[in-house]
């Protein structure tokens, strides 16, 4: 049991110091210098551009709820929308930082499908950064 507590505690560990690390890379005052100094910085990685940073998430429909997908590469999470397919404004769906999200909808009339669309945008330090992603669509319902 020593050795899975010593397991848990370092894992927390790697979460937090890696976290810590990308919050540093995508500072603006970061350059690839610092990083070399603070030993951050391993041979062939390339800087976090947070203003060019594009999610990639898919979505599909899974047990009675829209399954959505993603990685973070880099960022701390992901800001989620959706809107119904044909309108105009899209809500703000939720903060996620493990995927899959699941996104349970409630038909407006049962048994009547609904066409969905989704998109995201990277998150750090609480903060939107870059592009959004493709927008992705789910007919749930039926």
Not at 27 to 45: D, K, R, S, W, Y
Request: proline share 4%; charged share 25%; net charge negative.
């Amino acid at each position: 049991s020593a050795l899975d507590a010593r397991k848990t505690i370092n894992q927390t560990d790697f979460a937090a110091l890696k976290a810590d690390i990308t919050r540093q890379k995508v500072n603006e005052n970061f350059t690839p210098a610092l990083g070399q100094e603070l030993g951050i910085v391993g041979a062939g990685t390339s800087g976090f551009d947070a203003a060019n940073y594009k999610p990639e998430i898919t979505a599909s429909i899974t047990g009675g709820h829209v399954d959505i997908r993603f990685k973070k590469r880099g960022a701390d999470g992901l800001n989620l929308y959706h809107r119904k397919k044909g309108t105009a404004n899209w809500g703000f769906l939720a903060r996620t930082t493990k995927s899959p999200f699941i996104d349970v909808i409630i038909l407006a009339v049962p048994n009547q499908p609904e066409h969905w669309e989704y998109r995201a945008y990277g998150v750090i330090d609480d903060e939107e950064i870059g592009l959004p992603s493709d927008i992705v669509e789910a007919v749930f319902g039926g």
